[in-house]
């Protein structure tokens, strides 16, 4: 049977991000042709209102300049033109923060996730009041760091533990989403420490674009 080709689109010009979600799906690699690539017009790191409304154009342009792919994943925690994409293509469309947010359901329990800041929950809980799925939410914790910050500084991997024995013990968590494509390159490091699951979202999407008819 012929892999599918799935290709991931990193909305944001920073290819460290990139580079992470290469690794973070290096795994998949014996199920899928799997191409990561980066819109180099993207702004260097999506944290805004803004940021999201410039790349939505951009994402769409770069799933109509690529037919040869069977599904797309937008590698950002926002789905930023997840839902018009959906609209304007035939083929499979996954965003990150649904794909992750529909994977912890799956594994019972309320998850809890670690954001970039308290601008990025706000948006986290206006999307996931819009996706229905409000209830399944135990928390989310601010990291306050920059998505550049999620992808290269080395602090990272700790704040990340913290902000997730934090939901878990305050909050009540029974798995961990890492709230930005930044954090893809740290799962090990995190699950390894946490004391539940931890999910990366790309990982996630990409599962599940594999399983699309």
Same mark, same amino acid.
């Given at each position: 049977?012929?892999?599918?080709?799935?290709?991931?689109?990193?909305?944001?010009?920073?290819?460290?991000?990139?580079?992470?979600?290469?690794?973070?799906?290096?795994?998949?690699?014996? $199920?899928?042709? &799997?191409?990561?690539?980066?819109?180099?017009? #993207?702004? =260097? %790191?999506?944290?805004?209102?803004? !940021?999201?409304?410039?790349?939505?154009?951009?994402?769409?342009?770069?799933?109509?300049?690529?037919?040869?792919?069977?599904?797309?994943?937008?590698?950002?925690?926002?789905?930023?033109?997840?839902?018009?994409?959906?609209?304007?293509?035939?083929?499979?469309?996954?965003?990150?923060? $649904?794909?992750? &947010?529909?994977?912890?359901?799956?594994?019972? #329990?309320? =998850? %809890?996730?670690?954001?970039?800041? !308290?601008?990025?929950?706000?948006?986290?809980?206006?999307?996931?009041?819009?996706?229905?799925?409000?209830?399944?939410?135990?928390?989310?914790?601010?990291?306050?760091?920059?998505?550049?910050?999620?992808?290269?500084?080395?602090?990272?991997?700790?704040?990340?533990?913290?902000?997730?024995?934090?939901?878990?013990?305050?909050?009540?968590?029974?798995?961990?989403?890492? %709230?930005?494509?930044?954090?893809?390159?740290?799962?090990?490091?995190?699950?390894?420490?946490?004391?539940?699951?931890?999910?990366?979202?790309?990982?996630?999407?990409?599962?599940?674009?594999?399983?699309?008819?």
């Amino acid at each position: 049977m012929k892999q599918k080709k799935i290709l991931v689109i990193n909305p944001n010009s920073n290819e460290s991000v990139t580079g992470g979600l290469r690794e973070s799906l290096r795994g998949f690699s014996n $199920q899928a042709e &799997i191409d990561c690539c980066t819109i180099a017009e #993207g702004p =260097f %790191g999506i944290e805004s209102d803004d !940021d999201i409304a410039s790349v939505i154009p951009l994402v769409a342009r770069r799933i109509s300049e690529s037919p040869q792919y069977d599904a797309y994943v937008i590698a950002c925690y926002s789905d930023p033109g997840l839902k018009e994409c959906r609209e304007m293509f035939s083929k499979p469309v996954f965003g990150m923060q $649904q794909s992750a &947010i529909e994977t912890a359901i799956s594994l019972g #329990g309320k =998850f %809890g996730v670690v954001a970039l800041s !308290d601008e990025s929950i706000r948006r986290h809980l206006a999307y996931i009041r819009t996706l229905g799925h409000e209830v399944h939410l135990a928390g989310e914790v601010p990291l306050n760091i920059t998505v550049d910050e999620a992808a290269n500084d080395v602090a990272t991997l700790d704040k990340v533990i913290a902000g997730g024995y934090r939901l878990v013990d305050e909050y009540g968590a029974s798995s961990i989403i890492l %709230g930005c494509a930044g954090m893809s390159s740290i799962k090990t490091g995190a699950e390894t420490k946490l004391p539940v699951p931890v999910i990366e979202p790309a990982q996630a999407a990409v599962s599940l674009a594999i399983k699309a008819g």
